[in-house]
């Protein structure tokens, strides 16, 4: 089960190679939520020499292990007053209710992956885009032709995230780039920890392209950060200008958002001009971009996006500092 | 949004640090929790109950801390009250306005024996 969200029965599956090779490694990490097992992650490079090796997936974010200095707490005068416990005072030996201060995000175990991921990707100068959209809006497609049309230039990889089915990953593999299906089952979105398994497998070569085509949900897959360089948000034109106000997070969470299907703005009433408006209210700093992944149109701004923040990744991988 | 997915990562970490402090039993998890975040308490008390049944934590009382909303207005340069999601600076009416509280998920701490 997944840690953060308790979907039952994330999969990766196996097949990574360019023909679609397996290559073992098709796990179902069948552990608890309230596990302490430990197994060999080798993208945890941050602070272990400091904590418990046994916690698997323990946020390192507070700076206040109790157990370390093994005295009770009875904090009085906090703004939640549970009387102090029954005794109101320390007694050795005597059984009372004490407060332990906790101090933590409900989401810090995703985030302490997502670290890890981040620290992990940034190293070896992997510009990795999370594409963010709700289910038809043309991402796969929109990622098959970017594939074709930059892979002479960076060597790419890819991660497909879907409830069921490797269907992705097989249009993925047909463009000739490693792709790694990791099946959310009942999840409804991508988090830190799968990703982390999948980068075990995947192996990204430096300097190289990272795509991670999320769940088609616009909700959930805003709250949970990955480790990626950006999010992209596609939102086609076949759907409802107002759709960044209708779930502003996602549009919020986002860099950059690309306006997909541009070849249908002749037939369908889509006001262009509002939904940039409305994206931009929700984000003032977000780019936008119009293209049309049958047609071509607007890939070309796209793709220099890419390259031109690509070349800052590699770079910092080089010089170690932004 | 997923109060379920959620609540089992909040009942994971309780979880884990009682076991770390080695308590018999969890009585209470006080929860700071964002007016204008994306959470509604009462899908998270009812998950709540549901997720700690045969744990440490069974039976225990959510205490919901409410954080009001603040945001930082970039025309106004200074911080305001916010009362919706992505709404408007009360003081100039645009909405250029950051979120700089009210979006909170945090356990602050448990009342434990």
């Known amino acids: 089960m997944c840690t953060v969200c308790g979907c039952g029965t994330a999969t990766v599956e196996a097949g990574t190679g360019a023909a679609g090779e397996a290559q073992g490694h098709s796990h179902d990490h069948p552990h608890a939520h309230d596990h302490d097992h430990s197994h060999d992650h080798d993208h945890h490079p941050h602070d272990q020499a400091h904590h418990d090796h046994a916690h698997h997936g323990h946020s390192h974010d507070h700076g206040h292990h109790h157990a370390d200095h093994g005295h009770d707490h009875v904090h009085r005068g906090e703004a939640i007053d549970f009387g102090a416990g029954l005794a109101g005072v320390h007694v050795a030996g005597l059984d009372q209710h004490r407060i332990v201060r906790i101090e933590r995000d409900i989401l810090s175990k995703n985030a302490a992956f997502a670290r890890a991921n981040r620290a992990r990707l940034t190293a070896r100068g992997i510009f990795t885009l999370n594409l963010v959209s709700s289910p038809g809006s043309g991402k796969t497609s929109l990622l098959v032709r970017t594939i074709l049309d930059l892979t002479v230039r960076f060597p790419i990889t890819v991660i497909e995230g879907d409830q069921q089915t490797s269907n992705d990953a097989e249009r993925i593999r047909a463009t000739g780039v490693p792709a790694l299906q990791v099946n959310t089952g009942k999840g409804c979105h991508l988090d830190a920890h799968m990703v982390g398994h999948a980068l075990d497998t995947l192996d990204p070569p430096p300097a190289s392209l990272l795509f991670i085509e999320n769940v088609g949900n616009l909700v959930c897959p805003a709250a949970f950060d990955l480790g990626e360089t950006h999010k992209v948000v596609v939102l086609s034109v076949t759907e409802g200008e107002d759709k960044p106000l209708k779930y502003p997070d996602m549009f919020a969470a986002a860099n950059l958002m690309l306006l997909n299907k541009a070849d249908l703005l002749p037939y369908v009433d889509f006001d262009m001009t509002a939904c940039m408006a409305n994206a931009l209210r929700v984000n003032p700093r977000l780019q936008i971009l119009t293209v049309s992944a049958r047609t071509g149109e607007g890939l070309p701004a796209f793709y220099a996006w890419i390259e031109a923040h690509a070349a800052t990744a590699s770079a910092l991988a080089v010089t170690g500092t932004p | ?113």
């Open chain 2, 1 to 113: 949004m997923h109060e379920l997915a959620l609540t089992e990562s909040l009942v994971g970490i309780v979880v884990e640090e009682a076991r770390r402090q080695h308590v018999t039993r969890v009585n209470a998890v006080v929860l700071e929790i964002g007016a204008i975040g994306q959470v509604v308490p009462e899908s998270l008390r009812f998950c709540f109950d549901a997720v700690t049944r045969g744990t440490i934590a069974e039976g225990a009382r959510l205490d919901i801390v409410t954080v009001p909303g603040a945001g930082w207005c970039l025309d106004c340069g200074k911080t305001v009250t916010l009362t919706e999601r992505f709404g408007a600076c009360p003081v100039c009416g645009r909405h250029h306005v950051q979120m700089t509280a009210g979006d909170e998920l945090r356990i602050r701490e448990m009342e434990v024996t």
